[in-house]
């Protein structure tokens, strides 16, 4: 029962100008560090395929997957906000990275393969029904929960997100759908500026001022995240792997270390275990020291593969 690994060349042709933190070589050094692990033996690579527009307008408004589609270049960038653009590859990018969260949710809903990773780009939690954001194009993990709601029939699905940003595009997709559990741990006050007040009974928003560091990040999980799956039991969960609350990160002014994301992932492991029959569908989404990001996938990864 091999991890799926999916990811797609074009996600590391997409690219929004030199000196951007959200740079190719970020896949780049995940997909080097895998193979340098030895770990790439024991996964089932797959090229991830691109959605479907009604896999996107589950998620997005017509009109938001319509500009997309309109403002992808020939040449040279299109600019979506100050801090997202696209080249030519950007929208092949783009909706491989959705289409990778739908097929990683086929793939473990399916089997024999109980858990995935997508090792794909740009990243998507910022992305809300109607606009792109913060080097965010499509939502990925909230079109792949939407998936496993409408095309496999589930009831309860979880989305775990300990990215140093909240994932305020996540949080409009669902925050009126209770059949989406959202756990998200995040810097405030940073950007976007949101989540610290916004929860309700099945988003459990976990706000953590800067310079909060392994041990506090680990006792806000338990405290708050924990409880709160146990009773909502999730038939399937899903990540929002970020790895910029690292220490090294550049980003954001948290401090985990790389044996905090081995951590988390086994305690979500042990959810999925519990209620899920073990199913794991994780996706890439914030990082930007690349040697950090890539020994923490590692750590991601092993876990996952138990």
């Not at 074009?10 to 000196?19: F, I, R, S, Y």
């Not at 270049?73 to 997202?84: R, S, V």
């Not at 910022?126 to 954001?133: C, D, E, K, S, Y």
């Not at 989540?195 to 006792?219: E, Q």
Request: net charge negative; hydrophobic share 40%.
């Amino acid at each position: 029962m091999a991890t799926v690994l999916l990811t797609h060349p074009d996600c590391v042709l997409h690219e929004m100008g030199a000196g951007h933190p959200e740079s190719p070589q970020r896949l780049r050094s995940i997909l080097s560090a895998i193979e340098a692990s030895g770990l790439a033996a024991s996964l089932d690579v797959r090229e991830a395929p691109q959605a479907t527009r009604e896999q996107l307008e589950r998620v997005h408004e017509r009109d938001h997957v319509e500009l997309i589609h309109e403002s992808a270049p020939d040449a040279g960038y299109a600019y979506l906000d100050p801090d997202t653009s696209m080249n030519a590859r950007s929208l092949s990018a783009a909706l491989r990275a959705a289409g990778a969260l739908v097929a990683a949710t086929d793939a473990v809903m399916s089997g024999p393969a109980r858990r995935a990773f997508c090792a794909v780009r740009p990243p998507g939690h910022h992305a809300t029904r109607a606009r792109p954001m913060g080097f965010c194009i499509f939502n990925n993990v909230a079109i792949g929960a939407a998936h496993a709601l409408e095309a496999h029939g589930l009831e309860r699905v979880a989305v775990l997100d300990f990215d140093v940003h909240h994932g305020n595009g996540t949080e409009d997709a669902f925050h009126e759908d209770p059949r989406v559990m959202l756990c998200s741990t995040f810097q405030h006050p940073y950007y976007p500026y949101s989540g610290a007040d916004s929860g309700n009974d099945h988003i459990i928003n976990v706000p953590l001022p800067a310079m909060t560091d392994g041990r506090g990040f680990r006792a806000a999980v338990e405290r708050f995240w924990m409880p709160a799956l146990e009773s909502y039991r999730p038939q399937l969960v899903f990540v929002s792997a970020g790895f910029d609350a690292h220490r090294d990160d550049p980003l954001a002014y948290l401090k985990l270390d790389d044996e905090d994301y081995r951590w988390i992932t086994e305690r979500l492991v042990e959810v999925a275990e519990r209620h899920a029959q073990g199913r794991v569908v994780s996706t890439l989404e914030g990082g930007y020291n690349t040697e950090a990001l890539a020994r923490c996938v590692v750590e991601h990864l092993r876990a996952l593969n138990g």
